[in-house]
């Protein structure tokens, strides 16, 4: 990853300028769809790996400023404010839920 390029979307008249992502993540982000979702099951077997390694391609391309969007019926890519403020949601939702978690582990730890 390195130098900013320019992403745009067809039929979508935006331009932004992003961190360039691995060759493996920008390949994954020419196979998401802008209509309908690919489930990740579907992106691996496309890509000829596993459904973890999307998992950690979708977090990088979002690291690196990729609308790559997902919901519990797959992954697609899109620049519809509401389709990322939902996926922003739902991410901010699950790193709430881990670190309820990790709180309720460490006292745990800390009467042991």
């Known amino acids: 990853m390195g130098d900013s390029f320019q992403l745009r979307l067809a039929n979508l008249d935006k331009t932004i300028r992003l961190?360039?992502?691995?060759?493996?993540?920008?390949?994954?982000?020419?196979?998401?769809?802008?209509?309908?979702?690919?489930t990740q099951k579907a992106l691996a077997d496309a890509m000829d790996t596993n459904a973890g390694r999307v998992r950690r391609l979708i977090r990088e391309l979002r690291r690196c400023g990729y609308p790559a969007c997902?919901?519990?019926?797959?992954?697609?890519?899109?620049?519809?404010?509401h389709e990322i403020a939902q996926t922003i949601k739902n991410l901010q939702g699950r790193a709430l839920d881990m670190l309820k978690t990790a709180a309720a582990l460490r006292k745990f730890n800390l009467r042991g």
């Open 70 to 81: 997902s919901d519990q019926q797959g992954c697609w890519k899109t620049m519809n404010r």
């Open 19 to 38: 961190q360039q992502p691995s060759q493996e993540a920008a390949h994954l982000f020419s196979l998401l769809p802008t209509k309908g979702r690919l």
